[in-house]
């Protein structure tokens, strides 16, 4: 094992990465700080169950309940992955906006970590957008009406607002048309924009450190 490990790290510079990312020093902190390394646990649970879920989710008007009432009960181990990929929107919304509180109370937000928080804010819209994709992907009367009101309120926009409900439904109405773009940037778009601002934030992370609790002096 050894020897194959030598091997690798001579080619992969694997001790390397291992210092500048994981054996970093860090100040002395407090529970809070856990909060960033929570949402990223819940972004990277959302996307292996989400893969499952793909596995037998149809995105079609005719299929798509249908397909997740075979998920709950037809497909073994599918209600907890489900279950999991539910609850765990839910959790991630919020571990992310506590994570924002936690950032913004301590100041963290101030030089030179500008770019951490504004990549931040770009990832709590992806993590907003998601829920709001998502939610009509099961294709039943609380999905339906939820996302024609969703889409209702941009609409209210002076001069731009009927162009983006528009845009949102593929068309005047809910239809086929709308949970093929929601299931597409559900799974593609917001996702890509995620692990990219998710990349920025780590980046900025390891290379800034991570900024200490503020004393009372500060
Ligand atoms: C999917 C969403 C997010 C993930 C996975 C994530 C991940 C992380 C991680 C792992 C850390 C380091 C540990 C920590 O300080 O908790 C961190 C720090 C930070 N995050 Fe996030 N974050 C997310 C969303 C946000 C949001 C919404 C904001 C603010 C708008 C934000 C602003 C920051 C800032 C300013 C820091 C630096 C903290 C410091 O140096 O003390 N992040 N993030």
């Given at each position: 094992?050894?020897?194959?490990?030598?091997?690798?790290?001579?080619?992969?510079?694997?001790?390397?990465?291992?210092?500048?990312?994981?054996?970093?020093?860090?100040?002395?902190?407090?529970?809070?700080?856990?909060?960033g390394?929570?949402?990223?646990f819940l972004?990277?649970?959302?996307?292996?169950?989400?893969?499952?879920?793909?596995?037998?989710?149809?995105?079609?008007?005719?299929?798509?309940?249908?397909?997740?009432?075979?998920?709950?009960?037809?497909?073994?181990?599918?209600?907890l992955?489900r279950?999991?990929?539910?609850?765990?929107?839910?959790?991630?919304?919020i571990?992310?906006?506590?994570?924002?509180?936690?950032?913004?109370?301590f100041?963290?937000?101030?030089?030179?970590r500008?770019?951490?928080?504004?990549t931040?804010?770009?990832?709590?819209?992806c993590?907003l957008g998601?829920?709001?994709?998502?939610?009509?992907?099961p294709?039943?009367?609380?999905?339906?009406?939820?996302?024609?009101?969703?889409?209702?309120?941009?609409g209210?926009?002076?001069?731009?607002?009927?162009f983006?409900?528009?845009?949102?439904?593929?068309?005047?109405?809910?239809?086929?048309?709308?949970?093929?773009?929601?299931?597409?940037v559900?799974?593609?778009?917001?996702?890509?924009?995620?692990?990219?601002?998710?990349g920025?934030?780590?980046?900025?992370?390891?290379?800034l450190?991570?900024?200490?609790?503020?004393?009372?002096?500060?």
């Open positions: 094992m050894e020897k194959l490990y030598t091997w690798l790290d001579e080619r992969l510079g694997l001790q390397t990465i291992y210092n500048t990312v994981l054996d970093r020093k860090v100040p002395k902190v407090n529970w809070f700080y856990t909060l390394s929570a949402s990223l972004f990277v649970m959302q996307a292996a169950t989400g893969i499952f879920l793909t596995v037998y989710y149809v995105p079609s008007p005719d299929h798509a309940y249908d397909s997740i009432q075979y998920i709950m009960n037809g497909v073994a181990f599918g209600w992955i279950g999991i990929h539910h609850w765990g929107a839910t959790l991630m919304v571990v992310v906006f506590f994570h924002m509180l936690r950032t913004f109370f100041a963290s937000y101030k030089y030179p500008e770019l951490t928080w504004l931040g804010a770009g990832l709590l819209l993590t998601m829920g709001f994709t998502g939610y009509l992907l294709w039943n009367q609380r999905a339906y009406w939820a996302t024609t009101v969703g889409t209702e309120i941009p209210t926009a002076p001069f731009i607002g009927p983006i409900t528009s845009v949102l439904r593929g068309g005047t109405d809910l239809s086929g048309v709308t949970l093929a773009r929601f299931f597409s559900h799974i593609w778009w917001l996702p890509a924009a995620i692990v990219l601002l998710i920025v934030h780590m980046y900025l992370i390891i290379r450190g991570i900024s200490s609790v503020p004393k009372q002096e500060d």
